[in-house]
Nanobody, 122 residues
Framework: VQLQASGGGLVQAGGSLRLSCGASGRVRSIIAMGWYRQPPGQQRELVASITIDGVPNYSDSAKGRFTISRNYAQNTVFLQMNSLKPEDTAVYYC?????????????????WGQGTQVTVSS
């Protein structure tokens, strides 16, 4: 699975950005996609994810401000980020979780796209 992310940039506090991530390759093995972020000097953290059934999951910081969605036909996941704050500044990474192997020994594999920088100025 290959992931291509886009949509980062510089925005003022209170503004909005929309991130996109397209998947290619063995897309039928994907069971969930999402976005993580890594602020400067900190560890990577989950922002939002969405299962193959369309069930979203958000971090506390993302709830109410960010919306994750998925276009299954285009194998693309989006993250609409509204009411951005300076503390949202980070490198954002697209993630896909895929399954492989026989049913009796299925394993889950994480795939990562290249990071896209989001900078929110105060």
């Amino acid at each position: 699975v290959q992931l291509q992310a886009s949509g980062g940039g510089l925005v003022q506090a209170g503004g909005s950005l929309r991130l996109s991530c397209g998947a290619s390759g063995r897309v039928r093995s994907i069971i969930a996609m999402g976005w993580y972020r890594q602020p400067p000097g900190q560890q990577r953290e989950l922002v939002a994810s969405i299962t193959i059934d369309g069930v979203p999951n958000y971090s506390d910081s993302a709830k109410g401000r960010f919306t994750i969605s998925r276009n299954y036909a285009q194998n693309t996941v989006f993250l609409q980020m509204n009411s951005l704050k300076p503390e949202d500044t980070a490198v954002y990474y697209c993630n896909a979780v895929a399954e492989r192997g026989p049913v009796e020994r299925v394993e889950r594999i994480d795939y990562w796209g290249q990071g896209t920088q989001v900078t929110v100025s105060s």
